[in-house]
């Protein structure tokens, strides 16, 4: 989803939420801000998310990150959590995936207020090995909360026209296709967007 003038690409609440998904049972992640020591690792599951000219850079991805009302969301690994709380729920089928064992972060989504009451997702990106758990569904609730927050009445993305996963898993959270950029990605893609209210 990423271009320049529009980017591929979603928290004030208290600085670590914990959600039990609906999907699978429950997932052992929490959701929390983004902390800068976790910016290489965030960067890295980016690179793996998407290919070479749609991934960002590192400079890419630190725009984003700073535009003004832009906020990142990390969900990292609950074990600790899990077991200090029965009511959070595991996927025993779970694996930690390679990417987290530097903070556990499993996945992260990017997204903006633009201060008209319009939210953007920037990006959302979980590692592989941890997808079909819940997790893109966790940091994509919680940053919707954090629009809603922010007093953003909708939202809208960018994904591929051939981004297939990305397509049912937004669909799923009810949002839709309103509009096409023609060849919106730098392989000459085209682009859906997407939007949903909010409130
Ligand atoms: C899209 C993405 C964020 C989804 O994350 P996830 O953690 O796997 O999503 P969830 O487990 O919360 O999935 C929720 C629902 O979305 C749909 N979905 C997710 N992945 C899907 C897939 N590969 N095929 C079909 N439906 C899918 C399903 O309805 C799923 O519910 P179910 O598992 O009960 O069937 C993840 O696949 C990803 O990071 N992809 C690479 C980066 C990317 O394309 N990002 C989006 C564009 S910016």
């Known amino acids: 989803m990423s271009s320049e003038s529009s980017p591929r690409k979603a928290a004030a609440s208290p600085s670590r939420a914990r959600r039990t998904s609906r999907y699978n049972g429950g997932v052992p992640f929490t959701v929390r801000d983004f902390q800068t020591a976790d910016f ?3 960067w890295r599951i980016d690179q793996d998310c998407f290919p070479p000219g749609i991934s960002y850079s590192r400079t890419e991805l630190k725009v984003y990150m700073r535009r003004r009302g832009s906020f990142t969301l990390v969900a990292a690994d609950a074990a600790r959590a899990a077991t200090a709380d029965p009511d959070l729920g595991t996927n025993k089928n779970y694996s930690p995936p390679l990417a987290s064992t530097d903070g556990a972060a499993a996945g992260f989504i990017v997204a903006e207020a633009d ?4 939210g953007h997702i920037i990006t959302i990106d979980v590692v592989a090995a941890a997808r079909r758990f819940g997790v893109g569904s966790l940091l994509l609730r ?4 954090r629009l809603r927050i922010a007093e953003c009445r909708s939202v809208e993305l960018e994904t591929a026209v051939d981004n297939v996963s990305a397509l049912s898993f937004y669909k799923r959270h009810g949002y839709s296709v ?4 023609p060849r919106y990605y730098s392989n000459g893609v085209d682009a859906l967007v997407l939007n949903k209210e909010l409130i």
């Open 40 to 42: 290489d690792t965030l």
């Open 115 to 118: 201060g008209r009451s319009h």
């Open 142 to 145: 919680a940053a919707e909360n």
């Open 178 to 181: 309103f509009k096409t950029f």
